[in-house]
């Protein structure tokens, strides 16, 4: 039976840069870890006032966990 072992999760913020010669949208993301055993809402929260220190669009957060599965 396959067991996940955490190898740490992150937070990627993304940011609108506006559009290039062709239309198409600019994003540019940014990723942080995150701190064990710390909450959705906390993450949110502190990605959130990262955002808001930042010239640019926040357009999205996310949370990344990754795991690696062992046999």
């Known amino acids: 039976m396959a067991t996940k072992v955490n190898l740490g999760d992150k937070v990627r913020i993304s940011f609108d840069y506006g559009v ?3 239309g198409k949208q600019i994003i540019k993301r ?3 870890p995150i701190i064990a055993g710390a909450t959705d809402e906390q993450v949110y929260t502190a990605a ?3 955002a808001s220190l930042c010239e640019k669009t926040l357009v999205e957060i996310e ?3 990754n ?3 062992q046999a």
Do not use: H, P, V
């Open 48 to 50: 959130s006032k990262f």
């Open 30 to 32: 940014k990723a942080f």
């Open 63 to 65: 949370k990344i966990e």
């Open 67 to 69: 795991y690696e599965l």
């Open 20 to 22: 290039d010669g062709n």
